[in-house]
């Protein structure tokens, strides 16, 4: 230090002192969720780096503005957000989001009531925001300088500005599920998702969307079940026809081939929805019927929920982020790891990490297993990058036309998903006792057909998904191909179904057709287009017109006597 001016040193211990303030500050306004973890398992928020990280900065901003006024007001109005989160997480065991808001607003009687009815279940509150927030108050009080410099002063608001308006911004031109909270994400990064919509996009009502007749409540009945293990395997945007298993030209599959030996059968399925944050809620959820949100934020019929209820203990692994985990029943989730869970080991392995994870968990007594792997999601390169020599089997130059490039490292992609899968079904079939697994993509893939691509669209390519399926030391009866009399198409409804029925529950629609199902847009809360989907062609599926959710209504079966 010794190059250093007098005034430099000064300076220099002045920054630090503040460092040392805003990290404080910042962690201060983050221990409510560990406080309230002292009382419930309601909250599941885990430490996020990039966001605490951005919280210190944010916070190091407002120590060097100083502005006592904008820093009071500014954690003032965190602390009634967070008040209000924590307060729902702790009376109905998951994340404000703002359809919620909404709805409470209409319920603020029986709201009040109810809470009042249980206050001292949410005492712990008090703790975990008023002391913390009281504190962090206090130190801006007491400590905030005057200001230290006009032009670093000017540089503190403009970036305070644009961190507090950068939320809202993308409110302006992204939708409503854009910002459902994740439940493992921090409480103060769902509140800020969701008051950043309200104040932009106002309160929305789900009333809107739903449909105009009454959907048919699911019939739920227990049934013996005596599986050891049930494993559902999603791979993100894997479309069936370009499976070796499905009469590929590419040997893109070779390893789930040679498990047909062992019992693997291969069926094409028809994906719940276009778009991941959709159609995972559906397949959890054992939903068929398009905007069927009544059901959904009930639970009743949620596969980690029976499962629980059943004696398993249930597993999610996932290479993907925590956003995906929106209404899939999470507080009902025993070993929950995502990828901001392990960044640099995903980061370094892919999918292939999952089956470490695997490799780690305790699988002894009765385990339902969800894994979610990124599969051939674009862009398609970076999923098998670590392991180029071993999968880049086909020319992925960026030079080629861009169809065959996209094609040739898509069909990459699969291949490597195909080795990952081979690891986790050996280490399935090498248990002990009753167990059953499926394998399924959330949605197929636009590959440049009439220059499309993604899957945000409802169309026969992003609808056809494979369902592979294998029941080892099962009885007769228990397979999926046993459970459907449509065996060629089968949907994720009746996916969901087998599986809820492995866990010891049968599940009955009344307005339920084999021959019949859903396509959904990727908007579950909004207007949501679908189509519905004839699969009595053995060959081929025959689309509808689009539809809109609130236009729904349900065909009821009559049946025979």
């Known amino acids: 230090m010794q190059f250093l001016t007098p005034k430099a040193k000064i300076n220099i211990k002045i920054f630090l002192k503040y460092l040392i303030l805003a990290a404080l500050s910042s962690l201060l306004m983050q221990s409510d969720d560990y406080i309230q973890k002292l009382f419930t398992e309601a909250n599941q928020a885990t430490f996020e780096l990039k966001f605490t990280l951005s919280l210190l900065g944010f916070h190091l901003l407002l120590w060097l503005a100083g502005n006592r006024t904008l820093a009071l007001t500014v954690i003032s109005l965190f602390a009634v957000m967070q008040f209000i989160q924590l307060l729902h997480i702790s009376y109905l065991g998951r994340p404000l989001d703002p359809t919620t808001i909404t709805s409470s607003l209409k319920e603020t009687g029986d709201i009040s009531s109810a809470v009042q009815g249980t206050l001292t279940e949410h005492l712990h509150i008090i703790l975990a925001v008023v002391i913390p927030f009281l504190i962090n108050f206090y130190l801006f009080w007491r400590f905030l300088p005057n200001r230290l410099n006009k032009w670093l002063t000017t540089f503190c608001y403009l970036g305070i500005f644009l961190i507090l308006a950068s939320k809202p911004y993308r409110a302006t031109y992204r939708d409503l599920n854009f910002f459902l909270p994740s439940p493992t994400?921090?409480?103060?990064?769902?509140?800020?998702?969701?008051?950043?919509?309200?104040?932009?996009?106002?309160?929305?009502?789900?009333?809107?969307?739903?449909?105009?007749?009454?959907?048919?409540?699911?019939?739920?009945?227990?049934?013996?079940?005596?599986?050891?293990?049930?494993?559902?395997?999603?791979?993100?945007?894997?479309?069936?026809?370009?499976?070796?298993?499905?009469?590929?030209?590419?040997?893109?599959?070779?390893?789930?081939?040679?498990?047909?030996?062992?019992?693997?059968?291969?069926?094409?399925?028809?994906?719940?929805?276009?778009?991941?944050?959709?159609?995972?809620?559906?397949?959890?959820?054992?939903?068929?019927?398009?905007?069927?949100?009544?059901?959904?934020?009930?639970?009743?019929?949620?596969?980690?929920?029976?499962?629980?209820?059943?004696?398993?203990?249930?597993?999610?692994?996932?290479?993907?982020?925590?956003?995906?985990?929106?209404?899939?029943?999470?507080?009902?989730?025993?070993?929950?790891?995502?990828?901001?869970?392990?960044?640099?080991?995903?980061?370094?392995?892919?999918?292939?990490?999952?089956?470490?994870?695997?490799?780690?968990?305790?699988?002894?007594?009765?385990?339902?297993?969800?894994?979610?792997?990124?599969?051939?999601?674009?862009?398609?390169?970076?999923?098998?990058?670590?392991?180029?020599?071993?999968?880049?089997?086909?020319?992925?130059?960026?030079?080629?036309?861009?169809?065959?490039?996209?094609?040739?490292?898509?069909?990459?992609?699969?291949?490597?998903?195909?080795?990952?899968?081979?690891?986790?079904?050996?280490?399935?079939?090498?248990?002990?006792?009753?167990?059953?697994?499926?394998?399924?993509?959330?949605h197929g893939q636009l590959l440049g057909e009439d220059n499309l691509w993604g899957h945000n669209i409802l169309r026969k390519e992003v609808a056809i998904v494979p369902l592979l399926s294998a029941s080892w030391n099962a009885p007769n009866g228990t397979k999926l191909a046993d459970s459907v009399e449509n065996t060629y198409w089968i949907s994720h409804f009746e996916m969901s179904r087998w599986l809820a029925a492995r866990l010891g529950t049968d599940i009955e629609l009344q307005q339920y057709d084999t021959n019949r199902t859903f396509l959904q847009g990727k908007n579950l809360y909004g207007i949501n287009q679908y189509l519905e989907v004839d699969m009595t062609d053995e060959i081929e599926i025959n689309l509808s017109e689009p539809f809109i959710t609130p236009n729904y209504v349900p065909y009821l079966i009559e049946k025979t006597q």
């Open 185 to 442: 994400r921090p409480s103060l990064y769902n509140s800020l998702d969701t008051f950043s919509f309200l104040l932009v996009k106002g309160f929305p009502d789900i009333e809107d969307v739903m449909p105009k007749a009454e959907i048919p409540k699911p019939i739920l009945s227990k049934i013996e079940s005596n599986a050891h293990t049930v494993w559902l395997i999603i791979a993100d945007s894997i479309r069936a026809d370009h499976m070796q298993i499905f009469g590929y030209e590419r040997e893109t599959t070779p390893n789930l081939v040679k498990w047909q030996s062992k019992g693997l059968t291969a069926h094409k399925g028809i994906a719940a929805a276009v778009a991941t944050a959709a159609s995972i809620p559906l397949m959890m959820n054992v939903i068929q019927d398009p905007g069927n949100l009544l059901q959904l934020k009930s639970e009743e019929t949620n596969l980690f929920k029976l499962a629980k209820e059943a004696g398993f203990k249930t597993t999610w692994l996932s290479s993907q982020g925590s956003r995906v985990l929106n209404d899939l029943g999470v507080r009902h989730i025993d070993t929950l790891i995502g990828q901001e869970d392990a960044l640099i080991r995903f980061e370094q392995k892919r999918d292939q990490a999952i089956i470490e994870f695997i490799d780690e968990q305790n699988l002894q007594g009765k385990n339902f297993v969800v894994i979610l792997l990124r599969g051939a999601h674009a862009p398609y390169k970076i999923n098998y990058d670590p392991n180029r020599k071993e999968f880049a089997k086909w020319n992925d130059d960026d030079e080629l036309d861009r169809i065959i490039e996209g094609k040739n490292s898509y069909d990459n992609s699969i291949l490597f998903t195909d080795s990952v899968l081979d690891q986790i079904l050996e280490r399935i079939y090498s248990l002990e006792g009753e167990n059953h697994v499926v394998i399924t993509a959330d």
